[in-house]
């Protein structure tokens, strides 16, 4: 199965600022998927990005808030912009590479 | 929007019991799936059983597939303190792109 390192594993970051979650695959894959997961919660899609082409977001989430790259089939990154408290949460890469997902290990991410 | 929902949302056993999570759905699904977090961690695949299956066994896991009552169990035979964590099923929609649509998660708690 796949690997996935994500990055960072957490910070503490102050509202109005940004951040970049990173997420390297070992391997090729078409589909990575980012996910929140809100404290005590389950996870929650935010949006399905594809190489060459827009994310497609969820309901509720909208490109200028977390706004996604994917330069290629290996890599992929989410900002989450002009953080609020509310923002604080677990965020988690994965793909579907043939047979069963893979996550990254997530980024715990404190709004302060 | 998540789909599933699981039961009990919070399970404290011995080591050595079973232990029995039940999850349901709402729409048609290709496969469901099993994960398991640590402690707010990543997510780890467990099993996946797809709609055409009534029954998976891996290890010390069995799940179980109803697709008339659009549910599904997860039994851990043999509980460790080990297997303390979050369980969560998730759900890949017929009709839809590979995208997973968890439930809301059981968790477990084993104690020595």
């Known amino acids: 199965s796949a690997v996935i390192s994500q990055k960072p594993s957490r910070d503490i970051c102050q509202r109005g600022t940004s951040l970049t979650i990173q997420c390297q695959v070992d391997?090729?894959?078409?589909?990575m998927f980012w996910y929140r997961q809100q404290p005590g919660q389950s996870l929650t899609l935010i949006a399905t990005a594809n190489q060459g082409s827009e994310a497609t977001y969820e309901s509720g989430f909208v490109i200028d808030k977390f706004p996604i790259s994917r330069p290629n089939l290996t890599f992929s990154t989410l900002t989450v912009s002009n953080m609020s408290p509310e923002d604080s949460s677990i965020y988690l890469c994965?793909?579907?590479?043939?047979?069963?997902?893979?996550f990254g290990s997530g980024t715990r991410l404190t709004v302060v | 929007s998540q789909q599933g929902e699981e039961d009990p949302q919070a399970l404290s056993i011995q080591e050595g019991e079973n232990a029995t999570m039940n999850c349901s759905y709402k729409t048609s699904i290709n496969n469901l799936q099993w994960y398991r977090q640590n402690s707010g961690r990543g997510l780890v695949h467990l099993i996946l059983?797809?709609?055409?299956?009534r029954e998976k066994h891996s290890g010390r896991l069995r799940v179980t597939l109803d697709t008339s009552k659009k549910s599904s169990s997860l039994l851990i035979t043999a509980s460790r303190a080990a297997d303390t964590a979050s369980y969560f099923c998730a759900t890949v929609p017929q009709g839809g792109s590979e995208k997973l649509v968890f439930g809301k998660g059981t968790k477990l708690t084993v104690n020595p």
């Open positions: 059983i797809r709609s055409n299956e």
């Open positions: 391997s090729q894959v078409t589909m």
């Open positions: 994965s793909v579907y590479p043939v047979d069963g997902y893979t």
